[in-house]
């Protein structure tokens, strides 16, 4: 599919599933940005293991904030598909990338915990 067909079938799926209210799960090679921006939300993984699953549109912002900084203009999916690859970046950037997400999640599901006590 050229990329103006497939933001065309992306905005259909998307109303479907907005009309009867279901979880659609993609599978996308490339997608455009305008594509990856109809996207709610970005599970990445790189050999089976997670460096990001939350809102899509603050992927970038999250990986900035790790020293993973998206160059200017750049198609998000591209730089994502680069940074989680090993056939396109250092291995060990790929497994640090793996160790803060699971680091950000430890330090996240344990803030959580703490607010859970407090209240109870």
Known sequence: LDSHSAAKIM???TDIADQFGTIIVCTI????TRVYESFDLLMLLSRGRVLYYGQANTALTYFAAVDCEAPKNTNPAEFLLEISNSDFTVKEKVDKLIANWEQHQHQH???????????Q
């Open 11 to 13: 905005a259909f799926v």
């Open 29 to 32: 090679h490339q997608p455009s």
């Open 109 to 119: 599901h344990h803030h959580h915990h703490h607010l859970d006590r407090r209240r």
